[in-house]
């Protein structure tokens, strides 16, 4: 399914945000776990996320690191902060805001077919 | 994996990494996670069974364009496009170990500079003494410009010969100025003799271009070396501008802020701060040009670009005053002056476009616009001549107008010649190059000029 960019650039920052409340991680496997929640609707470009990161670092939302682990490969780690945390907390009331809106209009409006539901990709 | 498959996966992600070092947004951390991205994504899709090239090319097509990619980075990071105004941020150059010792050594010239100013002054020639001024003027470009030769010379490795040559030569010049009697006098009501302006103005141009043999490291006989002189001379003038303006403020500020406490800080400002503050500008501006010359954009030949349309409107507008008006110019004292000083002007504009000239360029507006302002600038000097030298029969030479005069020639025969190959260029009959050539070849002649001004002409004129 195609996600205009402006949902995806909205859906960005709160995704990461959601992601690393769970726990440290680093871009690849950040991009991975948001294609699996997505059920593989969301499409990133891989290197964009990467900017992202570094915006949120830089509003001080997550910190990083480099780690090495032993005979692996060097690799930057994100950590969400307790201000990311209060953002992502923010963004969350937000969205739901907006989702509660939409719910609202789609029951509303008789003009539009209902979604077909098929195969549980809702 | 084969061994084989292997290498050539690691010679594309060596390709790859490389394209992306090329960008200045994307720092050396920034590509190393993407490279880290990258090889996940691959693995993956080899885990998925595609072969080698197939993950590769997949993996770069995710990761997204380039262009796109810089575009992201620039925005996010937009301080990178003008970053390194201050300090190299990754010398990741096997020089390395020498630029870090280059910001010491740099601040040890610089504080050399200022020390060589108050020097004197403990040995009893006291910066406000009537009876030093003299001192002062005529060695005004011995305090800073050692030092500064003396950095080019550790910079550039300079051998012994030419650190040799150099210290000889800022020898002679110190003996010129300090032995001749050039300004004896101790009545303080007395001009300063002609023959001291002189010194103090020409020996500084005389050691500038024997710095100049430090910066080409000796190299002084190559072209190109001195056309890398002339465009440091012409970023140095602009950087020292721009600290003097700073340090204009920094002194504006200290004088406010201790009057406002009682504290009178002139002794202070005029003692230390100004004259300390411009010898080491002169280190630094030199060392900024230096470590920034492949970062920013040459301004000299920016403001060439914006002033040469303009100075050849103007000159062409005087020169139609002159025809409409039919009245000769009027040769007042200071005249001849005005016009070395236009002549200097017009000759350096020409210097700096030609400094950031591509050899190789076709002909343009700019050239031909060029020409104009250098057969401008040669037809109102042949007028003021023509005027002048019925003056100078009449009441003979004395050293301000030979020095004048014999400077004027110089830069007439410099521009005439100019025009000349300008010429040819313009009509397409003549390289670019040769016109480059000139320029460079032309520069002994200022510091024979200025040389013989120094030491020539003050026992020539009797020390008048």
Known sequence: MYITKDLVAAS???????????????????????NELSGGNLEWTDGLLYPLLHRLERLGHVESDWQSPEGGRRRKYYRITAQGRAELAEQRRQWAAVVDALHGVWSRTAVLPPIALEGGTA | MTVDSNERL???????????????????TDAEELEDHLRDRITELHEAGLSDDEAFLIAVKRMGSLDELSREFAREHSERLWKQ????????????ARTRRELPVMILCAALAALA??????????MDDDDSASFYLRNLSLFALPPLAGYFCWQRRAGWRTIAAVAALFVVGAVAANAYPLGGST?????????????AIHLPLALWLVVGIAYTGGQWRSDRRRMDFIRFTGEWFIYFSLLGMGGGVLTAFTAGVFNAIDIDPEDFISQWLLPCGAAAAVIVAAWLVEAKQSVIEN?????????TPLFAVVLLAFLGGVVWTARGIDVERDALILFDLLLVVVLGMLLYSISARDPAAPVGLFDRMQFVLVVSALVIDALVLAAITGRITTWGFTPNKTAALGENLILLANLGWSAWLLIGFVRGRMPFARMERWQTSYVPVYAAWAWAVVLLFPPLFGFE
């Open chain 1, 12 to 34: 960005a920052t709160p995704l990461v945000l959601g992601i690393l409340a769970d726990g440290e991680s680093y871009g690849y496997a950040i991009l991975k776990q948001v």
């Open chain 2, 85 to 96: 105004l201050v300090l190299p941020a990754e010398p990741d150059a096997p020089a390395a």
């Open chain 2, 299 to 307: 301004m000299a030949p920016v403001l060439t670009r914006v002033f």
């Open chain 2, 117 to 126: 100013v108050k020097l004197p002054g403990w040995l009893g020639a006291s």
């Open chain 2, 10 to 28: 690691e010679s594309q992600i060596g390709e790859w990494r490389s394209y992306m070092r090329r960008r200045r947004e994307l720092h050396k």
């Open chain 2, 187 to 199: 009545d303080p009501e007395d001009e300063p003799t002609q023959s001291l302006v002189l010194t």
